[in-house]
């Protein structure tokens, strides 16, 4: 295979000589200025062009490009392209891998990239791209991972609902709107999945997730409603479930109360309710638990002993009661606590002064009663603390 290679700050010469160049790859090599895009033109036995990540002079998209029939994989992703992606980008038929992330697009995801049935991935990120799915993205049925996020597309997803091949699909912080294909829940490949900041509605499909060994959630910042997908951690590899601010219903499935390579539980603002499973609670791994504003209740469990690793516990504005555990002053690693705005009754642990990472905490708007404990003075890195709207004494 002819390659070349260039490893060093400067500008590109004059390409055009190369006309057997197959491999062509500069990326992250710290080049800058104009890049000769004109002589790309000359290299039609370019199979592999990579240029990203370089600080060339802003330019249109490289008409060149598209006659460069033989590629297969095309990275220009933070390389200064400027104004819309050419309808011709569909004569690139054998693409694999097409990646334009971090430029300065405009208009549309022309239609022309239908044409690309062979995609494995495709990346668009943080490009600045607008409108809709073209009618017949879903021809792209080789996709394994697609990232169009941090743009302004919009419309529905369901040009995406025959993608079954995928693995990971980013699609956050766009205006997509619409529900969620129920096809989703059989894509039997998918492990991550982000959505978050959109306008998307109706319920999640109950089996999505549940095929392959899933990782990881973000649907936060929608309208979503109906009850949690229960079995994404089926093969037990999940690390993160965020599903903050939409409008689910039902309690935290019981099976996520096993998941013990679980590290943020993020369900706050939603309307969720009922009494959380116990083994939540208790869960190795997890670092943040964040159930604020839901209509939870009932007690936390006296396993939270057992949290190792919990940081951040989060409970306030629900309805929990019944005395805070004790054995709570044995989870070391906990940084703040807020339970404001609960029903928690009794006397506030007198091991409280355990937490010596402790920096904040917030009980305010409980029942708890009896006095102060002594012990909270012991809390050396205590830099906020509310009691307010309680029953203390002493």
């Excluded at 490289?62 to 460069?68: D, F, G, H, Q």
């Excluded at 009618?135 to 369901?158: A, C, K, M, P, Q």
């Excluded at 936060?220 to 939409?246: A, R, V, W």
């Amino acid at each position: 295979m002819r390659e070349y290679l260039i490893r060093k700050s400067c500008e590109v010469p004059n390409l055009s000589s190369l006309s057997q160049l197959e491999f062509l790859s500069l990326d992250k090599s710290g080049l800058s200025g104009s890049f000769p895009w004109s002589s790309l033109g000359n290299l039609t036995s370019l199979t592999f062009l990579s240029l990203g990540d370089n600080l060339f002079d802003k330019s249109p998209f490289p008409l060149e490009i598209l006659n460069l029939d033989k590629l297969y994989w095309l990275y220009l992703t933070n390389s200064s392209i400027e104004g819309q992606i050419p309808e011709g980008i569909g004569n690139l038929t054998l693409l694999e891998n097409l990646e334009l992330s971090y430029n300065y697009l405009s208009g549309k995801i022309p239609d022309g990239i239908t044409k690309l049935t062979k995609l494995h991935q495709l990346e668009f990120y943080v490009s600045g791209l607008a409108g809709k799915f073209p009618v017949g993205f879903g021809y792209l049925i080789s996709l394994v991972n697609l990232d169009v996020s941090t743009n302004n597309l919009e419309g529905d997803l369901s040009e995406l609902k025959s993608l079954s091949l995928l693995e990971s699909l980013q699609l956050f912080e766009n205006q997509f709107s619409g529900e969620v294909p129920v096809e989703f829940g059989d894509f039997k490949f998918l492990t991550e999945l982000s959505l978050y900041t959109n306008m998307l509605s109706g319920s999640l499909p109950q089996n999505i997730g549940s095929w392959a060994e899933f990782l990881y959630i973000d649907v936060s910042e929608n309208l979503f409603s109906g009850p949690i997908p229960p079995d994404m951690c089926k093969k037990g590899n999940m690390t993160d479930l965020l599903l903050l601010q939409n409008k689910f219903t039902g309690g935290i499935p019981s099976t996520y109360g096993n998941c013990l390579t679980l590290k943020r539980l993020r369900v706050s603002n939603n309307s969720l309710s009922v009494v959380v499973p116990s083994g939540i609670w208790s869960l190795p791994d997890l670092r943040i638990v964040d159930l604020t504003l839901n209509l939870f209740e009932g007690p936390v469990t006296s396993n939270i002993g057992e949290a190792k690793s919990l940081a951040q516990l989060f409970l306030a504005n629900n309805r929990f009661n019944g005395q805070l555990p004790g054995t709570i002053s044995e989870v070391s690693s906990l940084v703040a606590i807020n339970l404001s705005s609960n029903q928690f009754s009794g006397d506030i642990p007198a091991a409280i002064g355990e937490l010596k990472k402790l920096n904040t905490l917030h009980l305010e708007y409980n029942l708890f009663s009896g006095s102060l404990p002594d012990s909270i003075g012991s809390c050396v890195s205590l830099n906020e603390i509310n009691l307010a709207g309680n029953s203390l004494s002493g």
